[in-house]
């Protein structure tokens, strides 16, 4: 008998699977969707060349063609998930580069013909804090009265030197005010954190997911670093090698990052997918079942829930920076 709430099939948190399946009652599957978006790190307005581990596609690699409409992406790839699963159901995913960066009316015609569509329950839309100005958040929340409506939001991690390095374009802070400004909307937020960004140490990566299970979020996804070819970090990596975590390191990590998470938060991912043509490293992160099953059993083994570390008393003492702590936006 399973002894976490938020689980159907053994695991120790709060499982994507037990959430999609408790609130709509059937198999749900997420459709990847490219829409075309640029990114403000890409375009100039912040940067150019974007976050130094993103591929071209703009961390939508396993998106649907660009070159295709939105409509003829989301036939495609639904047509294979209903192969496995013929009674499924969808989340519209928009997922390559950064989905609120134009201005409100693209959005609305992006977005809202999936609205018409009987075999989607929601809306999933990928970006970064520093694409949510009032204008976007307004229609943002006019968009979750008419859908269920799952906002994607960048954060990688909490530490601005590390943030500096991998040329985010943004500081803790911005992340803190856009998410603050969904927040006030009632809009439903799930967290991106990165595992093994360059130089920084465990403590540093356990100080991120201490402070993002201290926000009102909603849901997590924790990946791991990937190094893929051509990209501004393979060139850095190929010229002057930093450590990269083991596999042993980052199971270990994830396990004590969980016990850090509040167990109503939703667990969206433990481990990112790469393109296998395209990975230089990690190479142990192509064998990802095998990487679940094994946080599966370092949990058991060390008989670790998600939220098991959060007591009022080590909530009050927890090791996180002072710079880290969020702040209300002026």
């Given at each position: 008998?399973?002894?976490f709430?938020?689980s159907?099939d053994?695991k ?6 037990y959430?999609?399946?408790n609130k ?9 969707l490219n ?5 403000p ?11 130094i581990f ?13 070159h ?10 639904s047509?294979?998930m ?7 159901q969808?989340?519209a995913?928009?997922?390559?580069n950064?989905?609120?960066y134009?201005?409100?009316k693209?959005?609305?015609a ?6 018409q569509q009987?075999?989607v329950v929601g809306?999933?839309?990928a ?6 100005n009032e204008?976007?958040?307004d229609?943002?929340?006019e968009l ?8 994607e939001l960048g954060?990688?991690?909490?530490h601005n030197q590390?943030g ?5 374009g943004h500081d803790y802070?911005t992340f803190?005010?856009?998410?603050s400004r969904l927040r006030?909307r009632?809009i439903d ?8 960004l360059?130089?920084?140490?465990r ?5 991120t997911?201490?402070a ?9 996804k ?6 893929l070819?051509?990209t ?5 990596y190929e010229s002057?090698?930093f450590?990269?975590l083991s596999r ?5 990590l994830?396990?004590e990052?969980l016990a850090y998470?509040p ?6 991912r433990l481990?990112?997918d790469?393109?296998?043509q395209d990975?230089?490293e990690p190479?142990?992160?192509?064998k990802?079942v ?5 946080i599966?059993k370092l ?7 998600q939220?098991s570390?959060l007591?009022k008393?080590n909530?009050?003492n927890a090791d996180i ?5 969020r702040?209300d936006p002026?």
């Amino acid at each position: 008998m399973n002894t976490f709430p938020y689980s159907f099939d053994n695991k120790r948190y709060h499982t994507y699977n037990y959430f999609l399946k408790n609130k709509y009652k059937q198999k749900i599957a997420k459709v990847s969707l490219n829409a075309g978006f640029t990114c403000p790190n890409r375009d100039g307005t912040r940067g150019f060349g974007g976050c130094i581990f993103c591929s071209d596609s703009g961390s939508g690699d396993f998106a649907g063609n660009v070159h295709d409409s939105l409509q003829k992406q989301f036939e495609n790839v639904s047509a294979m998930m209903r192969r496995k699963w013929p009674d499924c159901q969808f989340i519209a995913y928009f997922q390559a580069n950064s989905n609120t960066y134009a201005p409100v009316k693209q959005l609305k015609a992006t977005f809202e013909p999936f609205l018409q569509q009987k075999d989607v329950v929601g809306l999933a839309i990928a970006t970064r804090p520093d694409c949510l100005n009032e204008d976007v958040c307004d229609y943002l929340y006019e968009l979750s009265q008419k859908c269920d409506l799952y906002i994607e939001l960048g954060l990688q991690t909490i530490h601005n030197q590390t943030g500096q390095f991998i040329h985010r374009g943004h500081d803790y802070q911005t992340f803190l005010d856009g998410l603050s400004r969904l927040r006030n909307r009632k809009i439903d937020v799930c967290v991106h954190i990165i595992n093994g960004l360059p130089y920084e140490t465990r403590k540093m990566m356990l100080e991120t997911a201490k402070a993002v299970g201290q926000l009102d979020i909603q849901g997590i996804k924790i990946h791991n670093l990937f190094i893929l070819k051509n990209t501004i970090l393979h060139h850095i990596y190929e010229s002057k090698p930093f450590p990269l975590l083991s596999r042993d390191e980052y199971i270990s990590l994830v396990v004590e990052q969980l016990a850090y998470i509040p167990e109503h938060i939703v667990v969206e991912r433990l481990t990112g997918d790469a393109p296998i043509q395209d990975l230089v490293e990690p190479l142990w992160s192509i064998k990802k079942v095998t990487i679940l099953n094994d946080i599966d059993k370092l949990m058991k083994e060390k008989n670790i829930f998600q939220g098991s570390y959060l007591t009022k008393e080590n909530i009050k003492n927890a090791d996180i920076p002072l710079c880290c702590i969020r702040k209300d936006p002026e």
